[in-house]
């Protein structure tokens, strides 16, 4: 079988799975998050955070409860990598310096999970397992929950109230994420991930040279790093190490595992709001903006230029040979159109517009089909502003799914989208017009442009992906792409949970002769053309500077 043959037949096989799990999963998410009924579990929990998890909140008391969660979270993982050398199973690893652990805490309480260090040589087994990892699956649930929030504010009538998000937190932790991630980090040890709490074993190289190689819980962090659209690493080289990812099917579930929720979430918004139709326009627009993303990838990398490219009939430079070119392309192409950040090659080294694709995902928003949870909601802030476009295109009031859609929400909905632009922009702005900023440059010229270009993008987007050319281990990034991990957060959250709030005080606005059909291909195209088209006026003169510059030079 062809490279090629064998890539499609990869991207295929994806497909069809995310497919088939579509409807159970989506179903499955609508119950938890619609059920009345509590666990004995969860009960013990409520009680231990003084919940009462029958009260519902407001869309501001909802907005505190994330934030208080998110900043108690911060400090705790903070002081856990300060003390590390305190703590049990620390390898005798040195404390995280404090640039990097307040940078490290943000980006793990963010999902964004980027990494200004190695993971093998920087933190002890137990802050890996207990810090990271539990932090990969409550910011997950963060996400998760405000995307609930929001499809509940669409879905209620005159109310005040979106949810209790001590619930919604913790039904989505407990029933959702960790029974996945646990038949996912079984699989994960069957296919030869390491999974164990040895601190190194000395073994002596083909040089003859002695070598210490580190192992650990990887197989439970790496099922929820890719479930919870973390992405960050046990090992500095992630799951291109072949103790995160061994071997060809293991590489196939684990870019699985990234796209399952938050292909299935639009299901789930579906069921809420009564409507599987309106489900099936979202999903309709994720995939189509992350088949033509991918396509393209795959394709920018196909293209070879020179003897030795030519010879073996792509560019592989920069790529996990043990996966081939078109399946490092699709891993690439998964991980930046969510909010993953994972990497299993080498994305400085692609080709300047196979890496200006990567960094075009990033800048969609990453709603094709996004972080867990981020993404829906994403999305529908995107088909907020459709629909809004669309009326006064035709001169009448906006709806969306019997609500209108007035001066206030389009106000909520355009703060939400122009927040991640300035970061990234102002950000890369200040780190090109600054010496502290130029001094982690290694490269000069447009693709230098590009490297602090990818970074900023990836921190204000909660990505955490890189090119790594970019020395980032320094007070002065470590603080700013912390600041940008935390607003790129944090601020688009509590407008989504206002636009909620807003549209949960309404009722509900029947349709008419002149209601725009949001259920049909023409939606479908127009918040996909909408999406695009933002993003490339946004964005574009900084790409002309940047790959755009470098693929025709």
């Not at 000395?202 to 040089?207: A, E, F, G, P, R």
């Not at 069921?271 to 099936?280: E, I």
């Not at 807003?502 to 029947?510: D, F, K, N, T, W």
């Amino acid at each position: 079988m062809s490279p090629t043959a064998a890539g499609l037949l990869f991207l295929g096989s994806l497909v069809l799975a995310v497919a088939v799990a579509y409807r159970p999963l989506g179903d499955y998410m609508y119950r938890v998050y619609s059920g009345t009924r509590h666990s004995r579990v969860e009960r013990v929990l409520y009680k231990c955070m003084g919940v009462e998890p029958g009260g519902e909140q407001t869309w501001g008391v909802y907005a505190r409860s994330v934030l208080a969660f998110s900043a108690i979270s911060v400090l705790f993982l903070y002081g856990f990598q300060r003390l590390q050398n305190h703590l049990l199973l620390s390898l005798g690893m040195d404390p995280v310096k404090p640039d990097q652990a307040w940078n490290t805490a943000v980006s793990f309480v963010t999902n964004t999970n980027w990494q200004s260090y190695s993971g093998e040589s920087t933190m002890g087994h137990l802050v890996q397992m207990a810090g990271l990892a539990v932090q990969n699956f409550v910011s997950a649930a963060v996400g998760m929950a405000v995307a609930i929030a929001l499809v509940r504010g669409f879905a209620r009538k005159k109310t005040e109230h979106l949810g209790n998000f001590w619930v919604d937190l913790t039904r989505g932790a407990l029933r959702i994420l960790l029974p996945i991630a646990f038949a996912g980090a079984i699989a994960l040890i069957i296919g030869g991930v390491v999974q164990n709490f040895d601190g190194g074993t000395t073994v002596t190289t083909l040089t003859g040279h002695p070598q210490t190689i580190t192992g650990g819980p990887v197989a439970s962090q790496e099922a929820i790093k890719e479930l919870g659209t973390n992405g960050g690493g046990f090992y500095n080289a992630n799951s291109a190490h072949p103790f995160e990812n061994p071997v060809s099917w293991t590489n196939w579930l684990e870019i699985f595992l990234i796209l399952l929720i938050p292909f299935a979430l639009p299901r789930t918004f579906g069921r809420m709001v009564g409507q599987n139709r309106q489900g099936y326009a979202i999903a309709a627009v994720m995939s189509l903006i992350a088949i033509a993303s991918i396509a393209l990838t795959m394709t920018f990398q196909g293209i070879h230029h020179g003897t030795v490219p030519t010879a073996v009939g792509a560019s592989t430079e920069g790529t996990e040979t043990r996966f081939g070119v078109l399946n490092s392309a699709v891993f690439a192409a998964a991980t930046t159109l969510t909010s993953t950040g994972a990497v299993n090659s080498f994305h400085d080294s692609y080709t300047s517009l196979g890496g200006m694709m990567t960094m075009f995902n990033m800048m969609l928003g990453e709603v094709a089909p996004g972080g867990t949870g981020s993404g829906l909601y994403g999305m529908l802030v995107l088909a907020v502003i459709t629909v809004f476009v669309a009326g006064l295109m035709v001169g009448r009031t906006p709806e969306y799914l019997g609500k209108r859609i007035g001066s206030r929400e389009i106000k909520f909905a355009a703060m939400y989208f122009l927040i991640t632009p300035i970061l990234v922009l102002a950000g890369t702005a200040a780190a090109m017009a600054t010496a502290s900023g130029r001094e982690g440059m290694l490269n000069t010229g447009p693709h230098g442009l590009s490297e602090v270009l990818y970074a900023f993008t990836s921190a204000s987007n909660n990505n955490g992906s890189a090119f790594a050319g970019l020395t980032v281990s320094t007070v002065w990034y470590d603080t700013a792409l912390g600041l940008c991990m935390a607003f790129g957060r944090f601020l688009p959250i509590i407008f989504v949970l206002a636009l909620a709030g807003s549209l949960a005080r309404q009722g509900h606005a029947p349709a008419s002769d002149g209601t725009l059909p949001t259920h049909r291909p023409q939606f479908v195209g127009m918040v996909a053309g909408v999406t695009v088209i933002l993003v490339a006026l946004t964005f574009l003169p900084a790409l002309a500077l940047g790959p755009l510059a470098e693929g025709i030079h």
